[in-house]
Every structure is written in C-alpha cells, then in structure tokens.
Nanobody
Framework: QVQLVESGGGLVQTGGSLRLSCAAS????????MGWYRQAPGKQRELVAL???????NYADFVKGRFTISRDNGKNTVDLQMNSLKSEDTATYFC?????????WGQGTQVTVSS
C-alpha cells in the first residue's frame, strides 16, 4: 500500500502561480507512472499531467504551456508547477500513482483561482 500526500494548494488570483507537491510513502523509482488529476464540482475527474518511469510526460490540452510536471525519485515526490492560472483551473487536485496493475490516489488538495 502506498500513501500519497499532497500539499501546496490554496487561493490564487487569475494569472498567478502555485506549485503542488505529492509525497509518496514508498520509493517511486519503480512506479510506472505518477501524475495529477483534477475534479471540479459537478464534473468528472480528468487527467492534468502524467510522468512515466522513463521521464516521458503527457499533458491535457488545457494545461499545455502553463503547467509542468516533474518527479524526484530521491525524494519520492512529484510536483506540478502551475502558471498563468485561470478561473477554470479551480478544482480539487489529486495525486496519482500507478505501479503495475495497482493504482493509488491522494486525498486531494484544493486549488481556487479567483478572478
């Protein structure tokens, strides 16, 4: 069982930046992928960004050029740098880890972007 703990959410104005961090309770060096999803009220959870074991990344079209995902295998963390935030980025952001056929989720951290 892997525990994931997110931090870094909060309230920011439109155009501002936030950095989310996710700390895993175990080594992430052998994980297949880690990433971030988000869920706004009344909407389905959606992929924001993913980083795979080889370092390859995937981004949702709505964050390309604004968000950057990174991982630190030594610290067992994955971060999401969010720039140029928009009101539509307001959501609960969840850390995600996939190891073989197992998937793990964090509790979520709230990001609110005010106009």
């Amino acid at each position: 069982q892997v525990q994931l703990v997110e931090s870094g959410g909060g309230l920011v104005q439109t155009g501002g930046s936030l950095r989310l961090s996710c700390a895993a309770s175990q080594s992430i060096s052998s994980t297949n992928a880690m990433g971030w999803y988000r869920q706004a009220p009344g909407k389905q959870r959606e992929l924001v960004a993913l980083i795979r074991i080889g370092g390859g990344t995937n981004y949702a079209d709505f964050v390309k050029g604004r968000f950057t995902i990174s991982r630190d295998n030594g610290k067992n963390t994955v971060d999401l740098q969010m720039n140029s935030l928009k009101s539509e980025d307001t959501a609960t952001y969840f850390c995600y880890l996939r190891r073989w056929s197992f998937e793990y989720w964090g509790q979520g951290t709230q990001v609110t972007v005010s106009s």
